[in-house]
């Protein structure tokens, strides 16, 4: 069990370390990772490969009924949702892009974090060809128990420092 924001941060992570160690040898070097919510001030770079990571809730359905509102669990479900990027102008960028759509599909396929998150139904969507790029659509659904109470307050607390910094379930973060 875990709570939403941690199962959100501990799926990105599973993907960014499986991406910076092995897409290296497929693409040449590394594709930079465009992240759900953080903005960038630069565009991607079309000329080459790159990633954008999001995750959506399809259902969050109360799974336990507690008096206290601390001990309620809500089974969340939904998927990750990796969008890669190939840059038409390469010949192999067709291949490459598969490849580097395996490699994220498997990321999740058949796996379980240490908090009980758990994927399943991990899939390639066949590739649209845009202007400039080929771009695979992989989806990896999840499924996880969310702790969390009726307070944010629970979940993580700011501190005010400059830049913030946050405690989340006792460790510290920026």
């Known amino acids: ?3 939403y924001y941690n199962a959100v941060i501990e799926m990105f992570s599973l993907f960014n370390q499986t991406w910076n160690a092995m897409s290296s040898p497929i693409a040449g070097y ?4 465009y992240w759900q919510g953080v903005e960038d001030s630069e565009k991607p770079d079309r000329s080459k490969y790159f990633c954008r990571v ?10 336990t009924i507690g008096e206290e509102q601390k001990r309620r669990r809500y089974r969340n479900i939904g998927f990750v949702q ?16 598969r490849r580097l759509s395996i490699l ?12 009980n998150i758990w994927f399943r139904n991990c899939r ?10 080929y771009r695979f659509v992989v989806f990896a659904e999840y499924e ?4 969390s109470d009726s307070s944010i307050d629970d979940e993580f607390t700011p501190i005010l420092f400059d830049p913030p910094m946050y405690i989340i379930d006792g460790e510290t973060y920026d």
């Open 104 to 115: 994220a599909r498997n990321t999740y396929r058949g796996k379980e974090t240490a908090s």
């Open 30 to 33: 590394v594709p930079k990772i």
């Open 124 to 133: 390639i969507a066949e590739p649209s060809i845009e202007p400039d790029s």
């Open 1 to 3: 069990m875990t709570t």
């Open 82 to 97: 990796i969008d890669i990027f190939c840059p038409r102008s390469e010949v192999m960028a067709f291949d490459i892009g």
């Open 54 to 63: 999001s995750q959506r809730t399809v259902s969050e359905e109360q799974a």
């Open 144 to 147: 996880f128990d969310d702790v």
